[in-house]
């Protein structure tokens, strides 16, 4: 199959706006759309597209590009919570169909497939966008920028107030609320004790045995998977939470979600929502820190945000999870921690020396360029 010449790119936010860049640094002709699958099918024949790009797997694209005999090539860069649910597009995707997945997960479900491909590709950089600088403005210390999970984007948040809800009111006379809030609760403490890998769903059924429980019902319904989703989220917040926290004492700057607020105190402050196309790259540049606390269940992907930080020139310091070793060299390219106590440790000699800090960005940066870059990635579809 030929290289496609004339790629349609659906805009979806930042990371679709890069990519289009990236294909047309790399020689395409690009054109963009909107959303809505009609338009895009309409677009794609008026444009004489040899291909359609969107960011995550669309089934309705998949199928218009079937009917218009182009190309569908899609790159998902979503996180999933890792239960291996069969993805409900997969029926859509045929021989015209290229797929790749920063998580090797999703890359095993999609295999199952009729695509033509299925492949892991990481995120990357725009180096373009994040590139070094020395903007004016406050410096920080250190920075973290995210959700805190704590309520956006969680959906065991509604859950969870519901059911206290019943309890406080005086409605839960079978007392189903309260123990389904006391099985979450151990559920979470239990997977939270031992991070190294997703346990969840395994937990959830081992304390519905042990209370004589169901929660929503037997099987793994859609509903049900749901709510694991948000149960793996708050297990995620608290995680994320108390790493921050453990840097009480060291000034530290949280960006994100306004939720932050309600749990940040002391030398821990809350910096506000940033914009993310004007505002995030001066934050990695004018930070001595740039934290990336990767989510407990992905740590099968190195998010965006380490990729962007070195092409910015910022230095990094993440969690050790299985994808960083194999992208990056830690202590050469970029910092990584196991534990809150290794956390505080890499932080304050980070801030104590920051020649090596400088060094290790230097580095870093220098191999975000050869290999991490969005052009890069997307040549595994040219």
């Not at 149960?231 to 060291?250: M, Y």
């Not at 230095?315 to 534990?339: K, S």
Request: aromatic share 8%.
């Amino acid at each position: 199959m030929s290289s496609p010449a004339r790629i349609l790119v659906v805009r979806h936010g930042l990371p679709a706006s890069d990519c289009a860049a990236a294909f047309r640094s790399l020689g395409c002709e690009v054109g963009t759309v909107g959303e809505e699958p009609s338009v895009v099918e309409a677009a794609a024949k008026g444009f004489g597209a040899d291909a359609v790009f969107s960011v995550n797997v669309h089934a309705a694209y998949a199928r218009a590009c079937g009917r218009l005999g182009c190309r569908y090539l899609a790159w998902i860069l979503d996180p999933l919570v890792n239960w291996r649910k069969v993805p409900d597009d997969l029926d859509a995707l045929g021989p015209h169909c290229q797929v790749g997945s920063y998580d090797p997960v999703q890359v095993d479900l999609y295999r199952r497939s009729a695509a033509r491909e299925v492949f892991l590709l990481p995120a990357g950089a725009n180096a373009s966008r994040f590139c070094p600088g020395n903007p004016p403005g406050k410096r920080y210390p250190v920075s973290f920028v995210g959700t805190s999970l704590l309520r956006e984007t969680n959906e065991f948040a509604v859950i969870r107030s519901q059911l206290r809800a019943r309890v406080a009111s005086g409605q839960d006379a079978t007392g189903y609320s309260a123990t389904t809030l006391s099985l979450c609760d151990a559920v979470v403490e239990r997977q939270l004790a031992d991070v190294s890998s997703f346990r969840m769903k395994s937990l959830l059924e081992e304390e519905e045995r042990r209370l004589g429980l169901t929660v929503i019902a037997p099987e793994w319904t859609p509903e049900k998977r749901t709510f694991l989703m948000g149960l793996a989220k708050e297990a995620a917040s608290r995680e994320r939470i108390e790493a921050v926290r453990a840097l009480q004492g060291i000034a530290v700057t949280v960006h994100g979600t306004e939720d932050w607020r309600d749990v940040l105190s002391g030398t821990l402050v809350y910096g506000g929502r940033i914009d993310s196309e004007r505002e995030l790259p001066n934050v990695y540049r004018r930070t001595d820190v740039n934290l990336n606390l990767t989510r407990f269940y992905a740590g099968d992907v190195v998010p965006p945000r380490v990729f962007e930080v070195l092409a910015a020139g910022g230095f990094v310091l993440t969690n050790d999870t299985p994808a960083i070793e194999g992208l990056l060299v830690p202590g050469e390219e970029v910092e990584t921690f196991r534990t809150r106590e290794e956390l505080r440790e890499k932080v304050e000699a980070a801030l104590a020396d920051p020649a090596r800090a400088r060094a290790v960005a230097v580095c870093g940066r220098q191999r975000v360029l050869a290999d991490h870059t969005v052009e890069r990635r997307l040549l595994a579809f040219l």
